[in-house]
């Protein structure tokens, strides 16, 4: 009776696993997925809606501080204040336009947040995009917490031939690369003071340069660390959010290159110093290999002067 009974169990839970609508496979097997709440769908539309009204605000007002977008290029743009500039910069210089065509919500078993399937077409005239997106939306607390996008194009593209007649600086922009989300979270490093954290980013055996002056990888993360002990409120984004867009060029390279206001307060004479910069960064294998950073430092070493007279 006990063996009838046991396999009653066994052969219910093999049949109610089967009649779930879905199942997520893992390490340990597959897990089951069910329907969730229809309300998601709705988060999911408005979220979209925002994007195409331009709604910075409402967008944020949707999104978890700890948002991660994960790119079809394997680039991932981490946290709300990274998508936030993102979308600005991609709202100012162009005209995205989401229209979904399928949308379905999922449970999985086990997991605290619940998904949205969907799909949507993007087309983009300025930057000549028009693709299909597949995205899978993780939902945490009624906020979007994580996107995944994968992307089919609609027309297969047609590689032209690169022109080398004067170098190959010709090729393709992305203001969300790997590369730029790579260079923004230096940069917030470096206002944080935390620019250690940084160094894992730069090669070892990089060539770095100050307008004409050559440093090495260990002079420029100590560099950072001056900056803060002679400036307070140190800021490259205070006058305007930073530019910052990547470069892909035909020859091959890639360059992360950035255009900001620095601002600080200097610590011995109170004043507040504002300096237009730009630096450029070339990666190779998600490693800053070369970096150029161009600015007139004359008021920083004037500060710097008055604090060690």
């Known amino acids: 009776m006990r063996k009838i009974l046991n396999f009653t169990l066994l052969l219910f839970s093999i049949i109610s696993f089967a009649q779930t609508p879905g199942w997520l496979q893992t390490a340990n097997g597959k897990i089951p997925a069910t329907d969730a ?8 539309e408005k979220f979209i809606k925002a994007h195409n009204d331009r709604d910075l605000n409402k967008i944020s007002k949707m999104a978890h501080d700890s948002i991660v977008v994960e790119l079809p290029d394997g680039g991932k743009i981490l946290g ?3 998508f936030i500039n993102v979308l600005n910069n991609w709202f100012n210089t162009s005209n995205p336009i989401w229209n979904p065509f399928f949308a379905y919500s999922m449970k999985v078993q086990g997991q605290k947040g619940e998904w949205v399937i969907a799909g949507h077409t993007l087309k983009d005239k300025p930057q000549n995009l028009d693709v299909w997106d597949l995205v899978d939306i993780y939902i945490d607390s009624k906020k979007i917490r994580r996107v995944i996008v994968y992307r089919k194009e609609t027309k297969p593209k047609v590689a032209a031939t690169p022109s080398m007649e004067f170098g190959g600086w010709s090729g393709s922009v992305n203001d969300s690369s790997k590369e730029s989300v790579m260079t923004r979270e230096l940069m917030k490093n470096y206002t944080n003071n935390t620019f250690d954290n940084a160094a894992s980013m730069m090669a ?5 340069l100050f307008n004409s002056d050559k440093v090495s990888k260990a002079e420029w993360i100590g560099a950072a660390g001056v900056h803060h002990q002679y400036f307070d409120n140190i800021s490259n984004s205070k006058i305007q959010a ?30 507040e110093v504002q300096i237009p910069v730009h630096h450029g960064f070339r990666f190779e294998n998600d490693k800053i ?3 150029y950073h161009f600015f007139d430092p004359t008021l920083l070493n004037a500060e710097i002067e008055a604090a060690t007279k």
Do not use: R
């Not at 709440?37 to 999911?44: A, E, V």
């Not at 070892?204 to 770095?208: E, N």
């Open 37 to 44: 709440n229809p309300k998601n769908l709705k988060l999911y």
């Open 80 to 82: 709300k204040e990274n």
């Open 204 to 208: 070892d055996d990089g060539s770095f």
């Open 242 to 271: 930073p530019i910052v867009t990547t470069a892909t060029y035909d020859n091959g390279t890639v360059w992360s290159l950035t255009w900001f206001w620095w601002t600080g307060i200097g610590k011995t004479t109170g004043k």
């Open 289 to 291: 290999v070369e970096a």
